[in-house]
T-cell receptor
Framework: RKEVEQDPGPFNVPEGATVAFNCTYS??????FFWYRQDCRKEPKLLMS???SGNEDGRFTAQLNRASQYISLLIRDSKLSDSATYLC?????????????FGRGTQLTVWP | NAGVTQTPKFQVLKTGQSMTLQCAQD?????MSWYRQDPGMGLRLIHY???????DQGEVPNGYNVSRSTTEDFPLRLLSAAPSQTSVYFC??????????????FGQGTRLTVV
């Protein structure tokens, strides 16, 4: 069983739409949670960390449900520039190094 | 602002050849790691290092060696290339361990094809 599972996508939405991505993780000891963004043929870059209380960064809202081992990312008012692959990432408790577990990614295309 | 620099960006190898993928960071990060990304598989950890002189295996270490003689550099060596090693390779570094929630910075990637 894979550590991190994501919606397979792809998601194709019009500009201005609201879109939500889901992610589940298998290790209940996972400690830190992130969403990374990866543009086509580029390196992943941190979009936002995910906190237990939920957090928002402009049009982006991330939620964490530890009991259900579930993470979500909501994008409001989608822009063309949001087109990318979104990677759900978790770490283990006690991981003192760059041991990140990546989901396979969910591809988003925003069309005009 | 160099960040994490990987070379080369593209490489074609013949089966059985060896080569070294270079990775350097100028952010004084202790933590460095190598991932490979294959279609439908996500990124998988090959090797990692928590500081100069300290390295360890990740999820898919077979066929690869690493060393960390300085804080800045973390090269990845392919000992005898195989077609199964055709992939995109990313080097990453971070200030603290991921459990602390610190951001990982990635290099631009190396696209390797083994024929």
């Amino acid at each position: 069983r894979k550590e991190v599972e994501q919606d397979p996508g792809p998601f194709n939405v019009p500009e201005g739409a609201t879109v939500a991505f889901n992610c589940t993780y298998s290790n209940s000891a996972s400690q830190s949670f992130f969403w990374y963004r990866q543009d086509c043929r580029k390196e992943p870059k941190l979009l936002m960390s995910v906190y237990s209380s939920g957090n928002e960064d402009g049009r982006f809202t991330a939620q964490l449900n530890r009991a259900s081992q579930y993470i979500s990312l909501l994008i409001r008012d989608s822009k063309l520039s949001d087109s990318a692959t979104y990677l759900c990432v978790v770490t283990d408790r006690g991981s003192t190094l760059g041991r990140l577990y990546f989901g396979r990614g969910t591809q988003l295309t925003v069309w005009p | 602002n160099a960040g994490v620099t990987q070379t080369p960006k593209f490489q074609v190898l013949k089966t059985g050849q060896s080569m070294t993928l270079q990775c350097a960071q100028d952010m004084n990060h202790e933590y460095m790691s190598w991932y490979r990304q294959d279609p439908g598989m996500g990124l998988r950890l090959i090797h990692y290092s928590v500081g100069a002189g300290i390295t360890d295996q990740g999820e898919v270490p077979n066929g690869y060696n690493v060393s960390r003689s300085t804080t800045e550099d973390f090269p990845l060596r392919l000992l005898s290339a195989a077609p199964s090693q055709t992939s995109v390779y990313f080097c990453a570094s971070s200030y603290g361990g991921s459990a602390s929630g610190t951001e990982a910075f990635f290099g631009q990637g190396t696209r390797l094809t083994v024929v």
